[in-house]
């Protein structure tokens, strides 16, 4: 499985960035693809995940209501909309796939990451 993770950059707070996650190399009819971020100095997080066949979607607590999550199924891509964003939002965002949930331990592979910056 190979995961390629783009749309990084830098923003000004209350902006918007659309973050892409096109994948390749198997079917993923019964996992889950998700996003996690991580910061300097913290520890990797749950941002968001989307049931590849179902459409189901969790979201952390952090980025309800500002972020979405969604899937292209002919192109095997995921995409993250990210609206609303604030500095707190900076990290290095990876995706991902794997059975599901909000664990790091419950996914199997992992994207390269890119970079997403919000500053004035």
């Known amino acids: 499985v190979q995961l390629q993770a783009s749309g990084g950059g830098l923003v000004r707070p209350g902006g918007s960035l659309r973050l892409s996650c096109a994948a390749a190399?198997?079917?993923?009819?019964?996992?889950?693809m998700g996003w996690f971020r991580q910061a300097p100095g913290k520890e990797r997080e749950f941002v968001a995940s989307?049931?590849?066949?179902?459409?189901?979607?969790s979201y952390a607590a952090s980025v309800l209501d500002r972020f979405s999550i969604s899937r292209d199924i002919p192109n095997n891509t995921v995409y993250l909309q990210m609206n609303s964003l604030k500095p707190e939002d900076t990290a290095v965002y990876y995706c991902?796939?794997?059975?599901?949930?909000?664990?790091?331990?419950?996914?199997?592979?992992w994207g390269q990451g890119t970079q997403v910056t919000v500053s004035s």
């Open positions: 991902a796939v794997g059975s599901g949930g909000t664990t790091v331990d419950a996914y199997e592979y």
């Open positions: 190399g198997r079917t993923f009819s019964d996992s889950d």
């Open positions: 989307i049931r590849w066949n179902s459409g189901r979607r």
